[in-house]
Nanobody, 115 residues
Framework: QVQLVESGGGLVEPGGSLRLSCVAS????????MRWYRQSPGKEREFVAD????????DYGESVKGRFTIFRDNAKNTVYLQMNSLRSDDTAVYYC????????WGQGTQVTVSS
């Protein structure tokens, strides 16, 4: 079955950086678009970024453009989210997602931006 496992979250000060990872299994990773979403308490899940199968096309939510970068390593079945210039409103649980008929989600990784 499809499994997505995120890691790399933690506590970081405003202006800092983090890199999230999501390892996928149970699917042909190089054939699927990968996405990152996030959800803060009391808010709906928000699109963060996505990346095409080969990595050549990316898209970002307005709130993270210019600060976050999504990239992938198909040899490692892994998608990454490099987050720079973090702000307090980036605090959320970050989820990895892919779609193959159904939506598949990881368990999420908590990112807290606070001084």
């Amino acid at each position: 079955q499809v499994q997505l496992v995120e890691s790399g979250g933690g506590l970081v000060e405003p202006g800092g950086s983090l890199r999230l990872s999501c390892v996928a299994s149970g699917l042909t990773f190089s054939s699927v678009t990968m996405r990152w979403y996030r959800q803060s308490p009391g808010k709906e899940r928000e699109f963060v970024a996505d990346i095409s199968t080969g990595g050549g096309v990316t898209d970002y939510g307005e709130s993270v453009k210019g600060r976050f970068t999504i990239f992938r390593d198909n040899a490692k079945n892994t998608v990454y989210l490099q987050m720079n210039s973090l702000r307090s409103d980036d605090t959320a649980v970050y989820y990895c997602n892919t779609r193959r008929g159904l939506d598949y989600w990881g368990q999420g990784t908590q990112v807290t931006v606070s001084s």
